[in-house]
């Protein structure tokens, strides 16, 4: 059974860090991109970061560019995303998931397998 697990998520102030990771188990994705997603509440799902297969293109939505780093290790099956000098707009579960594609997705219908998500809540 696949599966993608996300942890690390928490409660953090305003211009804090945290780290999440993503395990996969299953398979692996060594040959895939993955990404993070988050949806805050009322609003749709959208691309956080992605990051190819080999971890050589990495892409990030402007609103996270220079503040979240997006990393993995193949050899671990494991995700990361780095998040630095978080905001309170960042609140939102994260959602790791992994693209059927290797080199980049930027479409949620891109992806194959979701994680369960993991609560990050920035306090002003």
């Known amino acids: 059974q696949v599966q993608l697990v996300e942890s690390g998520g928490g409660l953090v102030q305003s211009g804090g860090s945290l780290m999440l990771s993503c395990a996969a188990s299953?398979?692996?994705?060594?040959?895939?991109?993955m990404g993070w997603f988050r949806q805050a509440p009322g609003k749709e799902r959208e691309l956080v970061a992605v990051?190819?297969?080999?971890?050589?293109?990495?892409k990030y939505a402007d609103s996270v560019k220079g503040r979240f780093t997006i990393s993995r290790d193949n050899a671990k099956n494991t995700l990361y995303l780095q998040m630095n000098s978080l905001r309170p707009e960042d609140t939102a579960p994260y959602y790791c998931?992994?693209?059927?594609?290797?080199?980049?997705?930027?479409?949620?219908?891109?992806?194959?397998?979701w994680g369960q998500g993991t609560q990050v809540t920035v306090s002003s």
């Open positions: 990051i190819s297969w080999s971890g050589a293109y990495t």
């Open positions: 998931a992994a693209s059927r594609y290797g080199t980049t997705a930027l479409a949620i219908n891109e992806y194959e397998y």
């Open positions: 299953g398979r692996t994705f060594s040959t895939n991109a």
